[in-house]
């Protein structure tokens, strides 16, 4: 089982799915931060509320195993709603709903 940390005011919905512990944390109104912990530790910055700019920080192109077979790309879709899908052969997405 995955171990979601919400914290804020509004309701903020994170799935994580995989089989290795992985915790994602939302924090804050204004700068959510969602932390992927795992092999390699993951950054993603949602900044402001109306336009909301995601930031990847670290190297350019970061992997999350989902299903422990295939590393798949993390990629950071939209501009209001912040969406991290993961793309692989099971489409799963991250939903940072502020």
Known sequence: MRTVKVI???EQTVKVIG?????VKVIGRKEQTVKVIGRK?????VIGRNKQ???VIGRKKQTLKVVGRKKQTVKVVGSK????????S???TL???G
């Open 95 to 97: 939903k940072v709903i």
């Open 81 to 88: 709603k912040q969406t991290v899908k993961v793309v692989g």
């Open 41 to 45: 530790k993951q950054t993603v910055k």
């Open 8 to 10: 804020g005011r509004k």
């Open 90 to 92: 099971k489409k799963q």
């Open 19 to 23: 089989r290795k512990k992985q915790t």
């Open 53 to 55: 700019a995601a930031k």
